[in-house]
């Protein structure tokens, strides 16, 4: 079986990362789609509320 390519180099995610924190940004989380794209969330605002149905259900389920 042939070894198929990496979809990203690690020095390619190094320098977007390093861009990211030089714009001043907080990096949260990042991440790596199975395509080598990357996605960085600096949201700056965290919400107590869960974020889909699953989560919220999961909630109500943990306070009781």
């Keep these: 079986m042939a070894k198929r ?3 990203f180099k690690q020095a390619e995610l190094t320098r977007a990362a ?3 924190k030089a714009a001043g940004l907080p990096m949260v989380r990042t991440l ?3 395509d ?3 996605i960085f969330d600096h ?4 919400t107590s ?3 889909t149905p699953f989560d919220q ?3 109500k389920r943990d306070t009781h």
């Design 5 to 7: 390519p990496a979809p």
């Design 18 to 20: 390093k861009g990211v």
């Design 32 to 34: 790596v789609l199975p």
């Design 36 to 38: 080598g794209t990357f």
């Design 43 to 46: 949201r700056t605002e965290v």
């Design 49 to 51: 509320e869960p974020a």
């Design 57 to 59: 259900w999961k909630a």
